[in-house]
């Protein structure tokens, strides 16, 4: 829908500058009133005006749905007269055809998007779905689920495959939005007052901007206190908000650095803060959870080790504050060089003349 807009406006998408012209976007997924208020509600998040909407035409097919090879020929009768720059198909699932994992079954199947971009001289866009399971050991045209007849028909192929957010990671976001929140607030009421951009990830600082920038404001406590409710509704969505990378295959077009992204529903918004995080690999994912084992299981027999130390010193001590090391290693039933690597590791006994002494 992102993209249907920028199309119909002939603005940008993830940073990529769109064409204007019209869209006829075939909805297979969500119900009539939900879309056209998911379209209304885009623009608003985008913050643009609405004045090419009428380049936008919807066809509600959800309930109504056929088969892609029946849906064609009245799609074609449909968008005939339309001159349409693209058509887009949203979601594909719905229409399949065939078996997916079938090569030959979805030859046919991708051979209607050729017939109708044909037909009608226009770009054919359609989602599809990814396969089950983390994306990350896999190159970008494999994730598409199904025959591979998907990562070779297409001329472009752009994934959008979920990042993962740890809780650094989600704080540092948190804080990010509710500083951008401040310093719109600010530009909104006191549009004098410079917040310079070193102070843009430090809500101290930005409550010092806030109170400075509204401290001669008329009605001030009651400006503040909605800033402050509209505040804490920024941070709890921002706890929701889920990254994305944005890659692309194209078949007629230099590839293009890989985007990141936020999605703040309802619409993706670029950040490039987010480019050093790995897509999750399960392999990587399963060779971190062995070497955690690894070190767990270690960390655990050096704790014991350590504990038995600790325990035969006790029962061998007799007063001194020493314990020859060939009478631990007898108790312990090892060798006597095992006693002085414990020692060794132990922060709190020495070896002294063959002895095993506790430090002062």
């Known amino acids: 829908m992102q993209l249907a807009i920028a199309i119909a406006e002939g603005t940008t998408w993830n940073g990529f500058q769109c064409e204007q ?28 005006n609405h004045n090419n909407i009428k380049n936008i035409d919807m066809w509600n097919l959800r309930g109504k749905t056929t088969p892609m090879d029946k849906l064609t020929p009245k799609l074609i009768r449909r968008a005939q007269d339309g001159h349409y720059s693209a058509i887009i198909i949203d979601p594909i699932y719905k229409v399949l055809t065939g078996d997916e994992n079938s090569a030959s079954d979805m030859a046919k199947f991708v051979n209607q998007f050729d017939k109708i971009a044909t037909e009608l001289g226009s770009s054919v866009i359609y989602a599809h779905h990814f396969s089950k399971g983390a994306q990350g050991g896999k190159s970008s045209m494999e994730r598409s689920s199904g025959s591979g007849v998907f990562s070779r028909d297409p001329d472009s192929i752009l994934t959008a495959t979920p990042l993962p957010v740890d809780e650094n990671l989600r704080t540092t976001h948190v804080i990010d939005e509710e500083c951008h929140f401040i310093a719109g607030e600010i530009a909104k009421y006191n549009p004098d007052h410079q917040v310079p951009e070193a102070d843009m990830m430090n809500t101290r600082k930005m409550d010092d901007h806030l109170m400075s920038a509204f401290v001669d404001l ?16 920024v941070k709890e969505q921002a706890a929701l908000h889920t990254a994305w990378r944005l890659e692309g295959t194209l078949r007629e077009f230099p590839s293009f650095r890989p985007i990141s992204y936020w999605f703040k529903y309802p619409v993706y918004e670029v950040d490039h803060k987010l480019d050093t995080v790995a897509i999750e690999n399960p392999l990587e994912a399963q060779k971190q959870k062995w070497k955690t084992g690894v070190q767990n299981a270690n960390q655990s027999k050096h704790d014991k080790t350590q504990s038995d130390l600790e325990e035969a010193f ?12 060939t009478q631990m290693a007898a108790y312990l039933e090892v060798k006597r060089t095992a006693i002085y690597y414990r020692v060794k590791q132990n922060p709190n006994y020495e070896i002294v003349d063959g002895n095993v002494t506790k430090k002062k």
Not at 314 to 325: F, H, P, Q
């Open 314 to 325: 006790n029962i061998l001590n007799d007063g001194s504050d020493s314990v020859a090391a």
């Open 21 to 48: 012209g019209r869209v006829l976007y075939v909805n297979l997924e969500i119900d009539p009133n939900s879309a056209k208020k998911r379209l209304v509600d885009i623009y608003k998040a985008m913050g643009i």
């Open 218 to 233: 008329p009605n001030k406590q009651v400006l503040l206190q909605q800033i402050a409710k509209k505040r804490q509704q």
